[in-house]
């Protein structure tokens, strides 16, 4: 069994969508659940104030996902959608996955939609 690390990190990428629009990556690694919050919060903030933004969040390098994990994604999915941007959700380590199917909301994390480089979620979703 591998370690868990104690905390959780976000790192963010900006680059250019095909549309000439501008995106941002966020790659999520460590553990998210309530205390990622203080973390996830300047990516929150961002989102808030931007416009149509595009964002790829790769949870790949994610050990852990709770309940309040799933809450930050969930809030940061609807802060998106809400200002006309779309969302993908990327690279779910299978472990995360498993908590998503089990959770009952994996189909609001994945989509046949694509921008760009990966699949998106639609507003409707």
Do not use: Y
Not at 19 to 27: H, Y
Not at 50 to 64: N, P
Not at 76 to 90: H, M, S
């Amino acid at each position: 069994m591998r370690p868990t690390p104690s905390h959780s990190t976000v790192t963010l990428h900006p680059f250019a969508t095909a549309r000439g629009g501008c995106g941002l990556r966020a790659v999520l690694s460590g553990r998210v659940d309530h205390a990622a919050l203080p973390g996830l919060t300047p990516l929150l903030r961002r989102v808030a104030d931007a416009r149509a933004l595009t964002l790829c969040v790769d949870l790949g390098a994610v050990e852990f996902l709770d309940s309040c994990g799933i809450g930050i994604l969930l809030a940061l999915r609807n802060a998106v959608l809400e200002r006309g941007g779309a969302i993908a959700f990327e690279n779910h380590p299978p472990r995360i996955r498993r908590v998503l199917e089990r959770s009952r909301i994996i189909a609001l994390t994945e989509s046949p939609l694509v921008i760009d480089h990966g699949p998106a979620l639609p507003a409707a979703a």
